[in-house]
């Protein structure tokens, strides 16, 4: 049996397909064009056509992600979205124990899982400047690709401001001093991470695993490494969410 697990996030939608145990196919689409082209709207819900996305098929699935509650997938259990990052951490590195950090668009989720189970967990969702959406409105400012921009760790130029809007004019005014701009780059890593840091302290352990876009961010893993002794990012990132809730459905129906 098929099963579709999709992750309905604030920037983009993620869906990943898994079929005997094993993901075989995953696929992303921008949340606005996910909308406009695969959605209509009936009875106050948003109605999903399965058949427009090629997955006319599918019988099964689990959702997770903003749009979770406010789109119409009768073929779907909706599951909150730490328990579907903590299934798929679990999926893709067969790990129990470990801290979860997820880094979103506009959001950053932390959770302490032992035994395969959830024992805390912490939210920031009121807050850009911790989030995806940061570094891609600094990687703008400082017209530079976001790829390279990850890369600066070294010798950090200090910001700071603790909000996303006021920290783009402090940034461009570390340009006109003429700050070089590996140091530039290397602040605004550096900046996002001291803004994640409160949220991970009460969560010590030797490993953590980092989901999320933000996952591939060579500068913010080597600050995260000083904190826990083992740092993980799981094959698939970007679709740890959509994987979790494969396996979390593959482990509900199989019990039907």
Excluded: W
Excluded at 25 to 35: E, H, N, P, R, V
Excluded at 164 to 187: N, Y
């Amino acid at each position: 049996m098929k099963t579709l697990g999709i992750d309905l996030g604030s920037r983009e939608v993620k869906l990943a397909l898994m079929e005997n145990n094993k993901i075989c196919s995953t696929f992303k689409i921008s949340t606005i064009s996910f909308y406009k082209n695969y959605c209509s709207y009936k009875n106050n819900k948003i109605e999903v056509d399965l058949e427009k996305l090629n997955l006319s098929d599918i019988l099964s699935g689990v959702s997770t992600g903003y749009g979770r509650n406010n789109t119409n997938l009768s073929l779907f259990k909706p599951i909150n979205e730490i328990k579907a990052h903590v299934y798929g951490v679990m999926y893709q590195t067969n790990l129990k124990d470990f801290v979860l950090l997820d880094i979103g668009g506009q959001d950053v989720k932390a959770a302490k899982v032992e035994g395969g189970f959830i024992k805390d967990l912490e939210l920031n969702e009121k807050c850009a400047a911790s989030c995806g959406r940061y570094l891609e409105n600094m990687a703008n400012v400082l017209e530079i690709p976001l790829d390279e921009m990850n890369s600066f760790y070294e010798n950090p130029v200090k910001l700071n401001s603790t909000c996303a809007v006021f920290s783009e004019s402090e940034l461009i005014g570390k340009i006109a001093e003429g700050t070089s701009i590996e140091r530039l780059c290397a602040g605004v890593n550096y900046s996002m991470y001291n803004k994640m840091k409160p949220l991970l302290t009460k969560f010590m352990a030797k490993t953590l695993v980092l989901t999320g876009g933000v996952a591939n961010n060579y500068a913010i893993k080597k600050y995260l490494s000083h904190d826990y002794e083992n740092i993980i990012v799981p094959g698939n990132p970007q679709f740890n969410g959509a994987i979790g809730c494969c396996f979390y459905g593959s482990k509900l129906y199989s019990k039907e």
